[in-house]
Nanobody, 119 residues
């Protein structure tokens, strides 16, 4: 079973940037579609960005133009560059394999990384 380790979260002010990293336990980055999800207390986990094996990307409307998903298969790592952060981006962020059409996550969840946007 593949495992993910997310990192790079932190406390930032509105308008600032963060880059999250997700390292997988196996050589799957670039082979399977991957996604970044986020969750806030009391809400369902939502898919915010995804990348297909061919490199096609798609984003939730709430982050489009501000977030960029990328990957480095040689490092088994996916990234989420987050610019112009807003307080509503505050959440725990997770990565996972993603079923492209449905957005369903396909593997176990890692521990996530906390992103807090506050002045």
């Amino acid at each position: 079973q593949v495992q993910f380790v997310e990192s790079g979260g932190g406390l930032v002010q509105p308008g600032e940037s963060l880059r999250l990293s997700c390292t997988a336990s196996g050589s799957i980055v670039g082979i399977y579609p991957m996604g970044w999800y986020r969750q806030t207390p009391g809400k369902q986990r939502e898919l915010v960005a995804k990348m297909s094996s061919g490199g096609t990307t798609d984003y939730a409307d709430s982050v489009k133009g501000r977030f960029t998903i990328s990957r480095d298969p040689a490092k088994n790592t996916a990234y989420l560059q987050m610019n112009s952060l807003k307080p509503e981006d505050t959440a725990i962020y997770y990565c996972n394999l993603v079923r492209w059409r449905s957005g369903e996550a396909l593997a176990s969840w890692g521990q996530g990384t906390q992103v807090t946007v506050s002045s």
